[in-house]
């Protein structure tokens, strides 16, 4: 998480490479693996964006799914490319889609992104 151009892409898809992944172009966009010890990744280097005719909204709905309902059962493990503001944005649509109410996985990343504005910018930070 973070702002445009922090390297984000880069980084997810040097980690495909060390995984042993192999190497990814950025209009692969979605994909996914397992490494030998046999860990399913899979990564969206682009979360902020639409891709093969569905909504970043849809796509980020489905990626991150398995993690709603809080640690998944699976051996898994998602990783995401998508700015702050971006992110809160689908976090804040989650449950308009969702019927309503917010997930265990929204509750956590809206605190995340809490915690991180606080650390960047304490003074701007609202007690209550």
């Known amino acids: ?21 192999g190497k990814h172009t950025s209009s692969e966009r979605i994909f996914e693996g397992r490494t030998d010890d046999g860990l399913v990744v899979r990564m969206n280097l682009d979360g902020s964006a639409a891709w093969r005719g569905r909504s970043a909204d849809e796509l980020l709905d489905e990626f991150l799914e398995p993690f709603q309902g809080g640690p998944p059962k699976e051996d898994i493990v998602h990783l ?6 971006r992110l809160l944005e689908w976090i804040e649509g989650v449950g308009s889609r969702r ?5 265990p996985l929204t509750k956590e990343l809206y605190d995340l992104l809490e915690d991180e504005a606080a650390v960047r910018n304490p003074t701007s930070v609202h007690q209550s």
């Open 1 to 21: 998480m973070r702002n445009a151009g922090d390297g984000k892409t880069a980084l997810l898809q040097h980690l495909a490479d060390r995984l042993g992944l």
């Open 99 to 103: 019927g309503g109410s917010e997930t």
């Open 80 to 85: 995401l490319a998508i700015n702050d503001g």
